[in-house]
């Protein structure tokens, strides 16, 4: 799945507003799917971030995330070009 500009801005409002069920592959080649957000209401006070709390790299044509994992309780970093599937609840 290539992720298009509109297709990253609409995951991204998803994230902002409710959990997402991104697929994707890892590093080693595994797949992996994850249950993630980006909404306040959603990530526990001890697990917001700190500082500038960029969830995008910085860069003209961004190539990456960091989401909030709701299942293992942790920040993870997901490659837009790694996604394989995106379920977003109705």
Known sequence: MKLNTQLIDELMTNLRHRVVSLTFTKKDG???E??????????PSEHTPKGTGRVIE?????????????DVQGWRTVIFDNITNIEVPA
């Open 34 to 43: 994850m249950n993630c957000t980006l909404s306040d209401t959603l990530i």
């Open 58 to 70: 910085d860069q003209e044509e961004p190539t990456a995330v960091r989401v909030f994992d709701v």
């Open 30 to 32: 595994t797949s992996r």
